[in-house]
């Protein structure tokens, strides 16, 4: 999980990070073996026709997201160069502690899958229109993703790091909107799989992504000074508004 507002560049004294093994390739696999997993979870391996719980829009899920992990792994290529960037890019200097619960909620996400596979706890939820909704909700999610992930990667491609905040593009109003794209996410996932699970699994995330949100900020305050305690007066943490 990212959300850099931006990045401190290095002093030309410094010598350039160093290049790090290939992580990229691992991390790519991790992703593919997480999507099969979720995919494995809606197989009903000893049912009569077992894939038909990967229905049209639980498979355009898995898809939409397949295609939001591919994106962030080619724009955060250049961030696997070297360990202290791909700390910065994946937001681990401010809280490395707090990515362990990242993890374990993201394998805690699987089963919402199996619910939908296997349990079915509450039927009632399993409407056509809701989990349509959770389809858009998802897509806009992901798109959020995509534009936020490709601002964060022009930073990691410029010569110089600047020493301000990024004000444009989705960072005009809100400071985190890799966050707020993962907050919606979770509300998409629970309506998709048309889960109780998700649900409850979405207070959790939210207080571990505000946690994480709140420490990135201290992190970014230290950097940019002045200059983020003038950006952050005029923008959202997560939703402009409320929060």
């Known amino acids: 999980m990212k959300s850099l507002t931006a990045l401190p560049s290095f002093d030309a004294e410094e010598s350039p990070p160093a290049r790090e093994p290939n992580r990229l390739g691992l991390t790519a696999i991790l992703s593919v073996v997480y999507l099969s997993l979720a995919l494995a979870c809606l197989i009903q391996w000893n049912a009569p026709h077992p894939w038909a719980r990967v229905d049209l829009i639980s498979a355009w899920y898995l898809g939409t997201r397949l295609v939001g992990s591919i994106h962030s792994l080619i724009s955060s290529r250049r961030a696997f160069q070297s360990r202290s960037l791909r700390r910065e890019w994946w937001g681990q200097t ?133 200059h983020y305690d003038a950006y952050a007066k005029k923008t959202a943490r997560l939703l402009p508004g409320v929060y």
Not at 132 to 140: A, I, P, Q
Not at 176 to 185: D, K, M
Request: proline content about 7%; hydrophobic content about 55%; aromatic content about 12%.
């Open 94 to 226: 401010s809280n490395p502690a707090i990515v362990k619960w990242v993890i374990l909620l993201m394998l805690c996400d699987l089963l919402v899958f199996w619910d939908y596979g296997h349990w079915h706890l509450i039927p009632s939820l399993e409407r056509p229109a809701l989990r349509c909704l959770g389809l858009v909700l998802y897509s806009v999610a992901v798109a959020w993703q995509i534009w936020t992930d490709s601002y964060l990667a022009r930073h990691f491609s410029a010569d110089d790091f600047p020493r301000v905040p990024t004000m444009i593009g989705p960072f005009r109003s809100v400071r985190h909107p890799r966050y707020a794209a993962a907050v919606l996410g979770k509300i998409a996932l629970a309506l998709v799989f048309a889960s109780p699970v998700g649900w409850l699994l979405l207070l959790p995330w939210t207080i571990v992504l505000v946690h994480k949100v709140r420490s990135e900020e201290v992190h970014l305050r230290k950097i940019f000074g002045a």
